[in-house]
């Protein structure tokens, strides 16, 4: 009926088939997600593993420590229940969790049982102890890795030959070490230097332990060999585990929906196809998404925010001024106002179009979901004040007219406040909030005549202040107190980009023609 | 914001003058981001030529011999020199893009009012142009 009539129009040119991409809303993922028997099926799969990789091994009675590992994995959800809730209410999260550490506990199974006893104690180094850890550390946070650690440890200690006290404490020390060396992992060659650390404290440890024996300490003859492979089995081994994890990472983070710093970097892109475009067609916009881009960095990393989210975002957050560049004051050309010639409403149309147009546009390139999330809500549902006013102003002087024109004041157009708001949702995290109050800062301080640092000040907290009046940050869980921080880092930042600079002496005469070579080049190179 | 072309008027380097384009455009916005003595004039071309043309331009206008990095007039022209650009990436361990760009944003300055004939403007633009390099 609809889509009939819709054809119609579109005949007669009245219509555009164009239709407006919109996020995906993935039900079915909501669904799994909250599903209790999903979590069930979860921890049957890993106990049922467990079963396996115990009652397969040499052990002499392995009911007993089947048992106990039962009774460790009760204290594991428990904890995880107790402790970690944001993993525990998403089904992915809990796969995640105990798929990895079961995929470690096959891994470290295989090892022992493919390289035995006989060829000298070298199995017990060739386990990829950081496997777990390091995973889990760089995707959930290093609260989830050291819990990864702990179970790990718990569980391999006793998947082999009765309770083995070593390997428990190597476990334990190479995972503490690999979640402590990537708490903020930025760079993926850090993995790497991760992998080679935990791969000596492998190696001091088995020394330590005697697991290595030492040639000149040995009676007899020196065997050499053995000490070089069992070195080189237990360095090596940390650096191929971290090699293979963040192979893995990508594809993971592509599974399970999160997305890591080292990620966010890489989207932080300027060589972005979009972010190229916007520099050619909208060079104003280009440097305010800059500006902001740096703003809001600096603030994020104060409170504790995710900076790198907030760079990402900010670079893009303006994307959907591509559609209408010339529509946009910090692209306006001087005297070439197009608004001068339209009704405030319309001109409010094309303003708050920009972030529909932007949603469009990250869709379409297949942005980040966050992304995204700060396109569609860095201006909450402010108002576009400038043409709301001008509206106002315009109907006062209808009405004015109107008295003399003896027009019934019913005819004049009421002006509704809607139709000048953005369509929001507000900031619905601490990121977008911090983005959406650069946004509105970096805008307001292209005005500033002379800027100087009380008018920073009062422009900075004067603009938070408001937007905290007006409701804007309430959903974003931006507390007063790291408000404040904000606003002092965005004065702090501000005044760096605006310092005026010495005042230039008024140009004394210029000669017509003149160059100018780079001085600060050696005079060898010029010329 | 003034217009601004990029025009490559040599064949002796090869240049890739799209992606200089995007981070001539940049450069612009970022260098009228910051308080100026005169206004650029609302046409700008950059012109690439080789080291025998610049010298020409060096010798008729300035009476100096031998070629120049960027020679900037005030009425909006800049010409660069990519051979020169490549000599001086070379030496300096920088990228020819690198370099051309550096340029372009120099002549930018001089189009903004900006002068480096006194030690004190040598440094204000020093200053000003490193500080554009990294938002470019």
């Not at chain 1, 428990?78 to 089904?91: C, R, V, Y």
């Not at chain 1, 422009?459 to 007006?470: H, M, N």
């Not at chain 2, 008027?9 to 100026?36: G, H, M, N």
């Amino acid at each position: 009926m609809f889509g009939s009539s819709r054809k119609k129009l579109v005949r007669q040119g009245l219509a555009c088939t164009k239709v407006r991409r919109k996020p995906a809303h993935k039900e079915w993922r909501r669904r799994f997600e909250a599903n209790p028997w999903v979590k069930a099926a979860i921890f049957g799969v890993f106990v049922l593993g467990l079963a396996v990789l115990i009652f397969s091994g040499e052990h002499p009675d392995p009911a007993k420590y089947f048992l106990i590992g039962l009774l460790v994995f009760v204290t594991a959800v428990a904890q995880l229940w107790i402790n970690h809730p944001e993993t525990f209410e998403k089904n992915s999260r809990v796969g995640l969790v105990f798929g990895v550490i079961l995929f470690h506990l096959v891994v470290a199974k295989l090892v022992t049982v493919v390289t035995g006893q006989d060829n000298g104690p070298i199995g017990v180094l060739l386990i990829p102890y950081a496997l777990a850890p390091l995973v889990l550390s760089v995707l959930l946070g290093k609260n989830n890795g050291i819990y990864a650690v702990i179970y790990v440890s718990l569980w391999s200690a006793i998947l082999f030959r009765g309770i083995d006290a070593f390997l428990l404490v190597m476990s334990l020390i190479s995972g503490f070490i690999s979640v402590f060396l990537t708490i903020q992992v930025r760079r993926r060659s850090r993995l790497l230097r991760a992998g080679f650390y935990v791969g000596l404290a492998t190696w001091i440890l088995a020394l330590s332990f005697g697991i290595i024996t030492i040639p000149w300490l040995q009676l007899g003859v020196m065997d050499w060999t053995l000490f070089v492979k069992q070195s080189a089995a237990a360095i090596l081994t940390g650096v191929v585990t971290a090699m293979i994890v963040s192979g893995a990472l990508p594809m993971l983070e592509g599974i399970f929906q999160i997305t890591t710093d080292m990620s966010w970097l890489e989207m932080a892109d300027r060589n972005h196809p979009l972010l190229l475009r916007l520099s050619l067609e909208a060079p104003g916009t280009w440097h305010h998404s800059d500006v902001v881009a740096d703003l809001a960095e600096v603030a994020a990393n104060k409170i504790g925010a995710n900076g790198a989210i907030c760079r990402a975002c900010a670079y893009f957050h303006d994307i959907g001024k591509l559609v209408k560049p010339n529509y946009f004051s910090e692209n306006i050309v001087e005297g070439e106002n197009p608004h001068d010639d339209l009704a405030p409403t319309m001109s409010a149309l094309i303003i708050i179009a920009h972030v529909k147009e932007g949603v469009d546009l990250a869709l379409k390139y297949g942005l980040n979901q966050r992304i995204i999330d700060v396109i569609q809500q860095h201006h909450g549902t402010s108002l576009v004040a400038y043409f709301y006013q001008r509206a106002l102003q315009q109907q006062r002087d209808a009405r004015e007219g109107g008295k003399i024109m003896n027009i019934r004041a019913e005819d004049i157009p009421e002006v509704r406040e809607e139709s000048f708001r953005y369509s929001g949702p507000k900031p619905q995290f601490k990121e977008c909030g911090i983005i959406s109050l650069a946004d509105a800062v970096e805008s307001a301080s292209r005005s500033l005549e002379k800027p100087t640092p009380q008018k920073i000040e009062q422009l900075v907290s004067g603009i938070i202040s408001k937007r905290i009046a007006e409701g804007q940050l309430d959903e974003c869980d931006l507390t007063l107190q790291e408000l404040k921080i904000i606003a002092e880092t965005f004065r702090f930042t501000l005044q760096n980009m605006l310092h005026t600079r010495i005042k230039y002496p008024k140009d004394e005469e210029r000669a017509e023609q003149e160059s100018k070579r780079l001085r600060n080049l050696p005079p060898a190179s010029a010329a | 914001m003034p217009s601004i072309r990029l025009l490559n008027r040599q064949r002796k380097k090869r240049i890739d003058l799209q992606r200089l384009r995007i981070f001539t455009a940049r450069a612009l916005s970022a260098v009228l981001a910051e308080p100026r003595p005169a206004e650029p004039p609302g046409e700008i071309s950059v012109i690439f030529v080789s080291d025998p043309r610049i010298a020409e331009i060096h010798r008729q206008y300035m009476s100096i011999d031998g070629p120049t990095d960027v020679i900037t007039f005030h009425h909006g022209d800049i010409f660069i020199s990519v051979e020169t650009a490549e000599r001086q990436a070379r030496e300096f361990g920088t990228s020819q893009e690198h370099e051309l760009l550096l340029y372009i944003v120099h002549g930018l300055l001089h189009l903004c009012g900006l002068e480096d004939a006194s030690e004190q403007g040598f440094q204000e633009m020093r200053k000003v142009q490193e500080k554009i390099m990294a938002r470019t």
